[in-house]
């Protein structure tokens, strides 16, 4: 019997299933603000916690957004 530790073998985890257990067992959320799955309002509400936190999105080829 071949023993891998968690995430290093055996079946490759999709990234919604990486995400839930970031959530469940670490407390982290990772979001796109392009989930379908979320409202305009969540998504609205993800973006702002994102600036906050991390300042505004860089576009046009890195150059910040004012």
């Not at 991390?54 to 046009?60: I, P, S």
Request: hydrophobic fraction near 25%; avoid cysteine.
């Amino acid at each position: 019997m071949r023993w891998h530790p968690r995430g290093l073998g055996g079946e490759r985890r999709s990234p919604d299933q990486v995400k839930r257990e970031g959530w469940r067992e670490q407390g982290v959320l990772a979001v796109s603000v392009e989930d379908g799955r979320l409202t305009w309002p969540e998504r609205e509400l993800v973006r702002q916690l994102a600036e906050k936190l991390y300042g505004k999105q860089l576009r046009n080829g890195g150059n910040r957004d004012d």
